[in-house]
């Protein structure tokens, strides 16, 4: 069964804009994990961010996570066309070395 | 960086027939590898997860009978899609982390493998 769900599904901007997804889960994890999906490939990982950390930064991306909440989100700065993608949340639970993934954004940046 | 290498990348096979996936580690060594799952426009579904040495562990619902994994070494494993029909079209991933990796690692992606099976 699906651990996460994320918002929106699917997500349209300008290039400059911020985009913002959000992304809840329902068990106890070590981890947040996003990764990106180009069309038709493997993902990449992008950013991690541990159970006792509240926010975390990498270049242009910012991602929040709220255990009491089961949440997260993640924050794209200044988004480019090149960002057009989509954007999958995962977790690692406890005692469990597998990733599970939530359901994903559909970003498109608009040039 | 870590770089996991998935193959064929795209094909296309009767019913009936069988497919064999093969997903290498190239620069590290992987005790697990995990295949995944992924329908259009759709998240991705662990189907198992194979370790070195050892039989594959399956999620539930999925067949260990119709999806052979083998894990031969620390650097590939290989999933074998037997007997395949129209339903199993669908586009596999492979992953793998280092073997010194923790929990709190990222995996490393192979490109994906889109099966149509007519």
């Known amino acids: 069964s699906q651990q996460g769900e994320e918002d929106p599904q699917a997500l349209s901007i300008q290039e400059g804009e911020n985009a913002t997804m959000n992304c809840s889960y329902k068990?106890?994890?070590?981890?947040l994990q996003w990764y990106r999906q180009n069309s038709g490939r493997g993902l990449v990982h992008l950013i991690l961010i541990r159970s006792n950390e509240r926010e975390k930064h990498s270049g242009r991306l910012r991602v929040t996570l709220d255990t009491s909440k089961k949440s997260s989100s993640l924050l794209i700065t200044a988004s480019r066309a090149a960002d057009t993608a989509s954007y999958f949340c995962?977790?690692?639970?406890?005692?469990?070395?597998?990733?599970?993934f939530g359901s994903g954004t559909r970003l498109q940046v608009q040039p | 960086g870590a770089v996991v290498s998935q193959h064929p990348s795209r094909v296309i096979c009767k019913s009936g027939t069988s497919v064999k996936i093969e997903c290498r580690s190239l620069?590290?060594?992987?005790?697990?590898m995990f295949w995944y799952r992924q329908f259009p426009k759709k998240s991705l579904m662990l189907m198992a997860t194979s370790n070195e040495g050892s039989k594959a562990t399956y999620e539930q619902g999925v067949e260990k009978d119709k999806f052979l994994i083998n894990h031969a070494s620390l650097t590939l494993s290989t999933l074998t899609v037997t007997s395949a029909h129209p339903e199993d079209s669908s586009f596999y991933i492979c992953s793998a982390r280092d073997r010194d990796g923790s929990y709190n690692s990222p995996l490393h992606f192979g490109n994906g493998t889109r099966l149509t099976v007519t």
């Open positions: 068990t106890s994890i070590n981890n």
């Open positions: 620069d590290f060594q992987a005790t697990t």
């Open positions: 995962a977790t690692s639970d406890t005692g469990r070395r597998a990733l599970t």
